[in-house]
């Protein structure tokens, strides 16, 4: 079945940085472009990156922009998300996402799987 | 970038109920707007995409629809197990951005 498996979370320092991990299964990896969203503690969603099913096209939330970068290795089904510099805003509960359309990266068709969320702590 | 609002924030409603949300864009998303339902503790779940097509094993009684810049999402008559947080998301135009959420609570 399609499935996306985040990994990587945990308690951080502030400042220090953190690689999260998603494993897709279930699916054509390199034809979906790949979300991250986020929720802080009794937060809504926040939308975080995508990257583009060739890894060519990649955005950020103002948010983040120069502190996250997303990434992609199709040979591993695996996206990616390095963060640095990481502050106490960043905590929260990250998902992967896929993008409801094959190829595209503004599509109508929403984000259609989800991951169960890796939640990331930084804290002193 | 494109703000996304949402109306009202929470709502109280019995089963049986129909209940209306409404999601309103800063300016033109051309219907690259989805809706999500969320439950304590889960991930979110897509229900609509392009403003008016209901996800595949998404029940009827879930609806969408647009006048203008002004997104509703509708359920017909609402079930015990449609109590939870709602949200819109525009992908019109990066950033993405969802809006602040609607909680349906049991009256």
């Known amino acids: 079945q399609v499935q996306l498996v985040e990994s990587g979370g945990g308690v951080v320092q502030p400042g220090r940085s953190l690689r999260l991990s998603c494993a897709a299964s279930?699916?054509?990896?390199?034809?979906?472009?790949m979300h991250w969203v986020r929720q802080a503690p009794g937060k809504g969603l926040e939308w975080v990156s995508i990257i583009s099913n060739d890894g060519d096209i990649k955005d950020s939330a103002d948010s983040v922009r120069g502190r996250v970068t997303i990434s992609r290795d199709t040979s591993k089904s695996t996206l990616y998300l390095q963060m640095n510099s990481l502050r106490s805003e960043d905590t929260a509960v990250y998902y992967c996402v896929r993008d409801g359309r094959p190829g595209y990266t503004n599509s109508r068709d929403g984000l259609d799987v989800w991951g169960q969320g890796t939640t990331v702590t930084v804290s002193s | 970038d494109i703000q996304m609002t949402q109306s009202p924030s929470s709502l109280s409603a019995s089963v049986g109920d129909r209940v209306t949300i409404t999601c309103r864009a800063s300016?033109?998303?051309?219907?690259?707007l989805s809706w999500y339902q969320q439950k304590p503790g889960k991930a979110p779940n897509l229900l609509i995409y392009g403003t008016s097509s209901l996800q595949s094993g998404v029940p009827s009684r879930f609806s969408g629809g647009e006048s203008g810049t002004d997104f509703t999402l509708t359920i017909r008559s609402l079930e015990p197990e449609d109590f939870a947080t709602y949200y819109c998301l525009q992908t019109y135009s990066k950033p993405f951005t969802f809006g602040p959420g609607t909680t349906v609570e049991f009256k």
């Open positions: 279930g699916f054509t990896f390199s034809s979906y472009a």
């Open positions: 300016q033109s998303i051309s219907g690259y």
